[in-house]
T-cell receptor, first 114, second 114 residues
Framework: AQSVSQHNHHVILSEAASLELGCNYS??????LFWYVQYPGQHLQLLLK??????LVKGIKGFEAEFIKSKFSFNLRKPSVQWSDTAEYFC????????????FGAGTQVVVTP | NAGVTQTPKFQVLKTGQSMTLQCAQD?????MYWYRQDPGMGLRLIYY???????DKGEVPNGYNVSRLNKREFSLRLESAAPSQTSVYFC?????????????FGPGTRLTVT
């Protein structure tokens, strides 16, 4: 069975600080990896995804993530956060043979202070 | 396109009451999913439907039933609501054909069971 672990439950940052959110998964086969964001009161939106090729993927709003296969990790980064990045961030994994079933991490609540 | 829509947005039930959460998508997606979101636990899959006419249990199916009414609609029923079912419920859909497709989420239903 797949599992996803997000390292931090809450992160508080000042504007312009750099952000890195950790995500590790356990699964023996080939996976697709996703980061979703949930702004306050809204539904989940896709930030970026990785399925093959360049392990450094770029997403919307200046976010990027790096897939390190040997570490089973898919960490999310943003060099300089803004107040509008205050949200909850979810890492998700989908095995390529799983009928599109996703396993989500517990989420990281990020608060950016002005 | 409206994407994924859910009704109602909010609902308060008394213990033992029943209700059906409705979900519809207009993106011609084959697969649909129901999740519940609880603080610190991320999103947990309740049921999914890989294609019209099929449904399968997810991680936390107890106390729920689903119906894939047609390709567009996937409803979630609580037969006898319990306080432990207080949660935010999200419906999602996804095209099939390639394993790397992401899921698209609806706005959620916030359910309180007293």
């Amino acid at each position: 069975a797949q599992s996803v672990s997000q390292h931090n439950h809450h992160v508080i940052l000042s504007e312009a600080a750099s952000l890195e959110l950790g995500c590790n998964y356990s699964y023996g086969g080939t996976v697709n990896l996703f980061w979703y964001v949930q702004y306050p009161g809204q539904h989940l939106q896709l930030l970026l995804k990785y399925f093959s090729g360049d392990p450094l993927v770029k997403g919307i709003k200046g976010f990027e993530a790096e897939f390190i296969k040997s570490k089973f990790s898919f960490n999310l980064r943003k060099p300089s956060v803004q107040w509008s990045d205050t949200a909850e961030y979810f890492c998700a994994v989908s095995a390529t043979d799983s009928w599109g079933k996703f396993q989500f991490g517990a989420g990281t609540q990020v608060v950016v202070t002005p | 396109n409206a994407g994924v829509t859910q009704t109602p947005k909010f609902q308060v039930l008394k213990t033992g009451q029943s209700m059906t959460l409705q979900c519809a998508q207009d993106m011609n997606h084959n697969s649909m999913y129901w999740y519940r979101q609880d603080p610190g636990m991320g999103l947990r899959l309740i049921y999914y439907s890989a294609s019209e006419g099929t449904t399968d249990k997810g991680e936390v199916p107890n106390g729920y039933n689903v119906s894939r009414l047609n390709k567009r609609e996937f409803s979630l029923r609580l037969e006898s609501a319990a306080p432990s079912q207080t949660s935010v419920y999200f419906c999602a859909s996804r095209p099939t054909g390639q394993s790397n497709y992401e899921q698209y989420f609806g706005p959620g239903t916030r359910l309180t069971v007293t």
